[in-house]
């Protein structure tokens, strides 16, 4: 209980904070993609598991984003963010075995935005952005040994949360953002035949490149 009534008591203050300042925010939707690079804040079990068996230990992915915002109360906004974070690597073995290993981490979060600095002229703004919502973890190998290939798949799901800053810069029609999310992830236990249920995660930290385009 006390968890909902702090975030009802975050997002009434947000609410007064946006009222007396609408006439200086005039967009009213916000569409977007963008790219960045997430550093992932310690290893997972899939991980160490690359590390052991591949001698492979990434400790960063590409990230990939969709996401639509839509502000009722101009400095107050709700929306949806597809976020992709994932990487791949292949080793080369002696006699020309080649493994290659896949993770990727889709999530689909709901968000609410709040910009409490915008320039007189409306072309720049600073955003606070937080989010949650569902998350699937896949992992993917493969083995080839000319003219074997031997391929499997393992996947999970949990929940993500995702909260962060950005400045945006463009006014109405087309701009950019520069920004960094800080993502916590909660899975179930990845299963592979074989071996000890493995505790996955997608936490970490990500720097990101938007291109967007405003409505007013």
Same mark, same amino acid.
């Given at each position: 209980?006390?968890? *909902?009534l ?6 009434? =203050? ?5 009222l007396?300042a609408? =006439?200086?925010?005039?967009?009213s ?17 899939? &991980?160490?598991y ?9 400790? =960063?992915?590409?990230m ?10 101009? &400095?107050?906004?709700?929306?949806l ?18 493994? /290659?290993?896949?993770? +990727? ?5 709901l ?11 409306? *072309? ?10 569902? +998350? ?5 190998? +493969? ?8 391929e499997?798949?393992?996947?999970? +799901?949990? /929940? ?45 930290? =990500?720097? *990101?490149?938007?291109? &967007?385009?405003?409505?007013?």
């Amino acid at each position: 209980m006390r968890k *909902y009534l702090t975030c009802g008591t975050i997002l009434l =203050a947000l609410l007064l904070l946006a009222l007396p300042a609408q =006439a200086q925010q005039d967009q009213s939707a916000v569409i977007g993609l963008g790219f960045g690079i997430h550093k992932f804040a310690e290893q997972d079990d899939i &991980r160490k598991y690359q590390e052991q068996v591949f001698l492979i230990s990434p400790s =960063a992915a590409g990230m990939l984003e969709l996401f639509g915002e839509w502000y009722p109360l101009q &400095r107050l906004g709700i929306g949806l963010r597809f976020l992709t974070l994932g990487y791949t690597e292949e080793v080369i073995f002696f006699g020309g075995v080649t493994v /290659t290993s896949e993770v +990727s981490i889709d999530s689909t979060l709901l968000t609410v935005t709040f910009i409490p600095f915008i320039t007189d002229d409306g *072309y720049v703004r600073f955003g606070i952005l937080g989010g949650a919502g569902g +998350s699937k973890y896949n992992y993917k190998e +493969s083995l080839e040994a000319a003219p074997i290939k031997l391929e499997g798949s393992w996947d999970t +799901s949990g /929940t993500a949360v995702l909260g962060g800053g950005y400045v945006d810069w463009g006014a109405d029609g087309f701009g950019a953002r520069f920004g960094i999310h800080v993502i916590r992830t909660d899975f179930d236990p990845l299963l592979i035949e074989g071996q000890p249920p493995l505790n996955v995660d997608g936490d970490g930290t =990500a720097w *990101y490149f938007d291109l &967007r385009w405003a409505f007013d």
